[in-house]
């Protein structure tokens, strides 16, 4: 990376725009960067780091603004910056974020922040992003390396390289940590202790896991079964054997429980069928004294049936009268309407025909308007012809007024145009004139301003001269002591001793920092130890009591898990109490359906009867009518199909009513439905009784009331149970949290006492420092109060001779500048005299550019006045040709507008057009036509109505009836007559099952013998259901209780299988833990992981420093890379990055807090400078081509400084350019290069030497 020129406007200390050309300064190889204390020397260097990166080294970063306070309010801050990184040439433009006066109003607006990022290429400068993050990845990948880096690599900052000389482990961690990336080995630290902790949790909760399997098997099992188990059976020792033997004893419980089930369950069969048989013989005894009860009741519905067969009968015959008779009022209805409709079209048609017209009449009137409206039709394209003329009549009239206006218009013009033409010429040739004289007034103009601008550069100067004399007289008088005959000289001699005692002053800012450090953390030590002792006995204290009550939580969580351990058992028991509560509630229900069903089958066997007679009844009467139907089928010419003669002299006539082959099918399958019915019905009785007979045993002789109160004790029982066993999972969790925190606070606690004893010992080691530190300072301040007070004073003197020196050069400028100013102007110039001079050539050239510049658009106006006047003449001569063609038109189309009128008014008659002519024409004929059409609907439907009045007579009287009267009254609904037949169909089919049941035998039998005992027979069912029960409910308890501990003792395997690798794994993690973290005996060092790492880079940082620091101390000194900690440092983390000066004249180790102002900075230079080879180097970016090293050089004496410049000279190799920050002025003498910073009232500015 090479820096070619840097631009920088309104930033740091410079309010205006300087430039910094390093590729000049980088032709020597060497250059000074000096100035006066506070100028802005550092401020170059921040910009370069800012163009870079966005942002400036060290806690400058922090500040609120990078812009200057003395800039322009309008003006923003700005940093561009040409450098070549990898063979690339790139402008970079930053500009940071500040604050504007607003463009309206009072107040301030933030600017947001900007970048431009370009590249050189052969096109020119092309634009790379704009972005900020863009821009800094880009930058950071061609370099390869962050901002803390190049800052250290590019920028040497001494100051800090002091401090890391002297810093602590934690202190020169950080800093390593900013350079060399350890995050990885970091992560691995962390990630390995969050994995003990993680493990070790994990460990204890499988284990917990085992307990709490072990103990929801003791509650499962209870007392008797524990008590079974062997003595050697031991569930911590040996949880999966204990397990095991537990299962065995289950299992042999299960085999002895169900052997007394079984002999219950016999006796309760037998007790069963004593009791069904018995139910048995009573039913039967019951249905048959019903039967005999509703055959008497029968008996006295004989006159009803009677009646019901004669009205259905009337029914039938009016059934074959009634569609005629409906069809002759149909036709009724109809001729009315069409008779009305008639006289309606008649009375809309009235005015067109005479009173008497008749349909002759209608059909002639509508043919003559027929062939009207034809023939208008003809003419109605006329019309619309004589429309048109029209409109083009009109357009003609108004043509010839238009071209009329613009003949007369075009006169008026062509009069004027030959005047304008004429004027515009002669303007022409004036414009002309005055271009050719621009030259020599120009010529002119410039001499007068050359004169003018050396009149009054003679004459500032002779006022800067003046001002440049009071001021270095000012400054000379403010001195603290007199200047001397040569104050040039002596001024610089003053100037070099303030900063040589300011140099050495440093090394006592350092010390009077380090001590008011150690004040501030001595007073925080101390408040630490107060609050960490109060924290101790407070922990302590709750450690007191939490052992018991973490041994009462654990005995509440047992209570727990026994009760968890006991519901299954009880769960099982409210399950059958409810299958036998549900079977109680079913078999009442079933006897309530049972009873309904037979009565469906009776009614199923009823209409089964109907449809079998009914069936019957038709299959007889078509035989008796076949002959009837035989000769419906007879015809003439063919063999009758049973005497096989073709002649039929007298057929039979059908029997009225006759049924037909259809009917018979018909009943035939509403017969066979009927009996499929009843079957159906039959069956579902059976399935019936099968169910309430299987409900009756599930209900194990229990009523409903009787069930549903031992199911509620049940429930209840186990209510308080899940109650109990529903606290587990919290009590779980109590038990698990105050273990925790036991665990937690025994780890507190020791926390607390190493960091106790951690804290007294760094108490001692900084009061000892404090008390040193505070000796060395009272002897060098003097009697000043301290180092700030000091510097202050030797700063204010400093500034005093600096800006005396300033003024002394500036004096002498300012004359140089006067006498060279003065040799150029003549004598006795005056500034008035020259400025009237350029004043009057100004005016003579301006009125000529003025003259000259109205050339084009005079040209152009002559050129367009020629082309118009020809325009103008040849559009006169189209106008009157286009005139002349329009008054023929016009005559043409009045002729044919006289003509058209007289055609149309002819045949309009009295309507206003032909179009409404033919309009009323067409409105007439289509009257007329309605009126006939409606004629002759009605005298069709008159016809109609007569004869179906007629056919409906004769079939009445045919039927049986006096009248169609007769016949309509007769007639009854589809719903009547099913509802009439439906009675006659149950008086049958009630009295044949009447009769069916009482011939029975079945229960003729049961009737005729004694009847059962019931009482006995249930009272003996219950005592052995409930015996049963008793036996059913231990051996599912048992089955239970040995299927709950089959699922617990897999559960325990599977739970001890997860506990030995969680064991293993908690045993390898704390171990790699704690050798990552520096606390296993194995790590040799006791140094952590990322310390490790850190050291190793330090030791490499020590080598190439060491190459440079022997030269420069002269063979005396080198760097020590310690892995043991630093003096001082407590803390884990600062182990193996410890630093000794080894001294070659002694041959003695010494700390780095015992080398002098001077040996410190070579020490530091040449650790900045090994340090920056190893980033470079790691980082693996482009060599960097110009480096800066930051102050320092006033505490060396002047071989020491030979030897450094001759070090920083050898960078130069490769073409490498070294800046040197710094104000000692004997740099000024040995560095040619130089770039100076001017600070002012107003702000600084850069002067390139």
């Known amino acids: 990376m090479r820096l070619h020129l840097l631009r920088l406007t309104a930033f740091g200390s410079f309010p ?102 370009e590249e050189l290429t052969p096109a020119g400068w092309t634009a790379r992003t704009t972005r900020s993050d863009e821009a800094g990845h880009l930058i950071g990948e061609l370099l390869g390396m962050n901002a803390d880096q190049f800052c ?21 961690r950080r800093l390593l940590e900013r350079l060399f990336s350890v ?13 003990r902790t993680e493990t070790g949790r994990e460990q204890q909760e499988a284990w917990r896991e085992v307990e709490s399997v072990i103990d929801r098997m003791r509650g499962a099992a209870g007392p008797e079964l524990l008590a079974a188990l062997p003595e050697t059976a031991d569930p911590a020792g040996d949880p999966l054997g204990w397990s095991a033997a537990l299962l065995a004893a289950a299992a042999e419980a299960v085999a002895a429980t169900g052997a007394e089930e079984q002999r ?55 059934d074959r009268v009634s569609p005629l008779i409906r069809l002759a009022e149909q036709r009724a209805e109809a001729a009315a309407k069409a008779r009305q409709l008639a006289g309606d079209a008649i009375g809309r048609a009235g005015p067109l025909i005479g009173p008497a017209a008749g349909a002759a009449d209608l059909e002639r009137l509508e043919r003559e308007r027929r062939a009207e409206a034809a023939r208008l039709e003809q003419l109605l394209p006329e019309e619309a012809r004589l429309t048109a003329v029209r409109g083009d009549l009109a357009a003609a009239r108004e043509r010839l007024t238009e071209l009329a206006a613009e003949e007369a218009r075009l006169a008026e013009r062509r009069a004027e145009l030959p005047d304008e033409l004429a004027r515009a010429e002669e303007r022409l040739a004036e414009s002309r004139l005055a271009a050719a004289r621009i030259p020599g007034l120009a010529a002119n103009r410039d001499a007068a301003a050359a004169a003018l601008a050396a009149v009054r550069r003679r004459d500032e100067l002779a006022a800067a001269l003046a001002e440049a004399r009071r001021a270095e007289a000012d400054a000379l008088a403010a001195l603290p002591e007199p200047a001397g005959p040569d104050p040039g000289r002596s001024l610089a001699e003053l100037e070099r001793a303030r900063r040589d005692e300011l140099v050495k002053l440093e090394e006592r800012a350092a010390e009077e920092a380090r001590l008011a450090e150690i004040t501030a953390r001595l007073a925080g030590l101390r408040r ?80 089964a009867q109907e449809a079998r007679d009914r069936f019957q009844e038709i299959r007889q009467a078509r035989i008796e009518g076949m002959a009837g139907e035989l000769a419906r089928e007879l015809t003439p010419g063919e063999p009758c199909p049973v005497c096989g003669s073709p002649d039929h002299p007298a057929p039979a006539a059908p029997a009225d009513a006759a049924p037909t082959a259809e009917d018979e099918q018909r009943a035939q399958d509403e017969f066979e439905a009927a009996r499929r019915a009843r079957e159906e019905a039959e069956r579902r009785v059976a399935s019936m009784r099968a169910r309430l007979d299987e409900v009756t045993r599930r209900a194990e002789g229990r009523g409903t009331a009787e069930a549903a109160a031992l199911l509620a004790a049940a429930e209840e029982a186990m209510a308080a149970e899940r109650e109990a066993a529903a606290a587990e999972p919290e009590l779980a969790a109590e038990a698990t949290e105050l273990a925790a925190r036991l665990d937690r606070l025994r780890a507190t606690a020791e926390v607390l006492g190493r960091r106790l004893a951690e804290h007294r010992a760094q108490e001692r080691d900084l009061a000892a420092e404090h008390a040193r530190l505070a000796a060395r300072l009272a002897e060098a301040l003097g009697e000043d109060r301290d180092v700030r007070a000091r510097r202050e004073r030797l700063e204010r003197e400093l500034g005093l001779l600096t800006a005396a020196a300033d003024a002394v050069a500036a004096a002498r400028a300012a004359e140089e500048a006067y006498r060279q100013a003065r040799a150029a102007v003549p004598e006795g110039a005056e500034e008035e005299a020259a400025r009237r001079a350029l004043e009057e050539a100004d005016k003579a050239l301006e009125s000529a550019n003025t003259l000259a510049a109205e050339e084009s658009a005079l040209a152009e106006e002559r050129r367009r006045l020629a082309e118009e006047l020809a325009t103008v003449e040849e559009r006169a001569r189209r106008l009157a040709i286009e005139t002349a063609e329009t008054r023929t038109r016009l005559e043409r189309l009045t002729e044919e507008e006289a003509r058209l009128t007289g055609l149309l008014d002819e045949h309009r008659g009295e309507d206003p057009s032909l179009a409404a002519r033919l309009e009323r024409i067409t409105a007439e004929t289509a009257l007329l036509r309605d009126a006939a059409e409606a004629v002759e609907r009605a005298r069709l439907a008159e016809q109609e109505r007569e ?56 229960l003729a039998a049961a009737a005729a013998g004694p009847a059962p005992d019931l009482a006995a027979l249930e009272q003996e069912h219950e005592r052995a259901e409930r015996e049963h029960a008793e036996r059913v409910s231990a051996r599912d308890r048992a089955r239970s209780r040995l299927d709950q501990l089959t699922d617990l003792a897999a559960e325990l395997e599977a739970a001890h299988r997860r506990y030995l690798p969680a064991a293993e794994r908690h045993r390898l993690a704390r171990r790699m833990a704690e050798l990552t973290g520096g606390t296993s005996p194995d790590n040799r060092y006791h140094m952590r992981l990322s310390s490790y790492v850190l050291g190793e ?72 400078l090994g340090l920056a080879d190893v980033v470079a180097a790691e980082a693996g970016g482009p060599e960097i081509g110009t480096l800066f090293v930051d102050e320092g050089f006033g505490t060396l004496d002047e071989e020491t400084l030979d030897d450094v410049l001759d070090i920083l000279d050898g960078l130069r190799e490769g073409g490498r350019t070294v800046g040197i920050v710094s104000h000692v002025a004997e740099l000024r003498l040995r560095i040619p290069a130089r770039l100076q910073v001017v600070k002012g009232r107003s702000g600084s500015r850069l002067v390139h030497a």
Request: glycine share 8%; aromatic share 4%; proline share 3%.
């Open 16 to 117: 205006g725009t300087e430039e910094v050309d390093f590729d000049a300064l980088s032709e020597a190889g060497l250059f000074l960067i000096h100035g006066p204390t506070g100028a802005g020397k550092t401020t170059v260097l921040d910009a370069v780091c800012f163009a870079l990166y966005g942002r400036v080294p060290g806690q400058r970063d922090k500040a609120r603004s990078l812009r200057c306070d003395h800039a322009p309010p309008g003006r923003g801050p700005v940093v561009e910056l040409e450098v070549t990184i990898r063979d690339r040439r790139f402008r970079i433009t930053r500009s940071p974020a500040w604050l504007r006066p607003k463009q309206r109003g009072t107040g301030l607006v933030e600017e947001k922040a900007k970048t431009r990022v």
């Open 152 to 172: 250290q690599v590019a920028m040497l900052p001494q100051g800090e390289f002091a401090r890391f000389l002297r810093a602590d482990g934690e202190e020169r």
């Open 183 to 195: 995050r990885i080995y970091t992560e691995v630290e962390r990630w390995l202790a969050e994995r």
């Open 264 to 318: 219950s369950a016999d006796a309760l069969a037998s007790a069963r069928a004593a009791l069904e048989a018995g139910r048995e013989v009573a039913e039967r005894r019951r249905r048959y004294e019903a039967a005999l009860a509703r055959r008497d009741e029968l008996a006295l519905a004989a006159e009803e049936r009677s009646d019901l067969e004669s009205m259905l009968d009337e029914a039938a015959r009016a």
């Open 528 to 607: 630490e130890i107060a609050e960490a002792a109060e924290e101790e006995a407070a922990v302590r204290a709750d450690l007191t009591g939490l052992p018991d009550e973490l041994k009462r939580a654990e005995e509440r969580l047992a209570r727990a898990r026994a009760a968890a351990a006991r519901l299954p058992g009880l769960e099982a028991e409210c399950r059958r109490a409810a299958e036998r509560l549900a079977a109680a509630q079913d078999r009442d229900r079933l006897a309530a359906e049972l009873a309904e069903a037979e009565r469906a089958r009776q009614a199923a066997v009823d209409r």
């Open 947 to 1002: 004869r179906a009045a007629a056919e409906a007579e004769a079939a009445a009287a045919e039927a049986g009836f006096r009248g169609v009267a007769d016949a309509k009254a007769a007639i009854r609904t589809e719903a009547e007559r099913e509802e009439m037949a439906e009675r006659l169909r149950r008086f049958d089919a009630e009295q044949a099952a009447i009769e069916a049941e009482l011939a029975d035998p079945e």
């Open 1097 to 1168: 880079r330090l030791r490499q940082v020590v080598d190439a420093a060491n190459d440079r620091l022997d030269r420069m101390s002269g063979g005396r000194y080198l760097l020590e890379h310690d892995l043991g900690r630093v003096a001082g440092d407590r803390g884990r983390s600062g182990g193996g990055l410890a630093l000794r000066v080894l001294d070659g004249w002694t041959g003695a180790a010494r700390d780095p807090a015992t080398l002098s102002g001077g040996e410190s900075f070579i020490a530091s230079l040449a650790l900045a």
